[in-house]
């Protein structure tokens, strides 16, 4: 568990801050921040998060994004709101190295990575659902994905949800 400050930054100022911190960011997040249904609250809040992979939610063989966000709510969890990613990757700066050593992943989660569970601003695949935090060589990230309805998280996919009533 731990705190993440959200809110009190425009989408500008975010991008600044992590420009500022050197984040990187791929093409899908730089998307997730161009478009005009990402918004940020002026309001300044703190919210309690917790990280658990998808097999701590019962999935022991995965789970579809439905079946994640369903079960995530029945133990009290909520899905966060999108901002949280680049707040959570501003105060999040001695994440582990996920890269080194890995094999190169494609259509899932890669390892090392933290998935901001987050409701999608867009049902279609092309827009990207949200946002994950990554460390590779040495270089922290804020990455957006893409993943359709029927796309299975794999029971090691590490995520961050709010708790309910923060």
């Given at each position: 568990?731990?705190?993440v400050r959200?809110?009190?930054?425009?989408?500008?100022?975010?991008?600044?801050?992590?420009?500022?911190?050197g984040?990187a960011?791929?093409?899908a997040?730089?998307?997730?921040?161009a478009?005009?249904?990402?918004?940020?609250?002026a309001?300044?809040?703190l919210?309690?998060?917790?990280?658990?992979?998808?097999?701590?939610?019962?999935?022991?063989?995965?789970?579809?994004?439905a079946?994640?966000i369903?079960?995530?709510m029945?133990?009290?969890?909520?899905?966060?709101?999108l901002e949280?990613?680049?707040?959570?990757?501003?105060?999040?700066?001695?994440?582990?190295?996920g890269?080194?050593?890995?094999?190169?992943?494609?259509?899932?989660?890669?390892p090392?990575?933290?998935?901001v569970?987050?409701?999608?601003?867009?049902?279609?695949?092309?827009?990207?659902?949200?946002?994950?935090?990554r460390?590779?060589?040495?270089?922290?990230?804020?990455?957006?994905?893409r993943?359709?309805?029927?796309?299975?998280?794999?029971?090691?996919?590490?995520?961050?949800?709010?708790?309910?009533?923060?």
């Amino acid at each position: 568990m731990r705190q993440v400050r959200v809110g009190g930054a425009s989408k500008a100022e975010l991008l600044a801050q992590l420009e500022a911190a050197g984040v990187a960011l791929n093409e899908a997040g730089k998307s997730l921040f161009a478009d005009e249904r990402f918004t940020t609250s002026a309001v300044t809040s703190l919210r309690e998060v917790v990280e658990l992979a998808v097999a701590e939610l019962g999935f022991a063989e995965g789970a579809t994004w439905a079946q994640v966000i369903e079960r995530a709510m029945s133990q009290g969890l909520t899905p966060c709101p999108l901002e949280l990613g680049p707040h959570l990757r501003l105060q999040f700066l001695d994440q582990a190295e996920g890269f080194l050593g890995q094999p190169v992943t494609q259509h899932r989660a890669p390892p090392g990575s933290l998935t901001v569970a987050s409701l999608p601003i867009a049902e279609d695949d092309d827009t990207p659902k949200g946002f994950y935090l990554r460390r590779i060589e040495g270089v922290l990230w804020l990455r957006g994905y893409r993943s359709g309805a029927d796309h299975l998280w794999s029971p090691e996919d590490r995520l961050v949800f709010c708790r309910a009533g923060d």
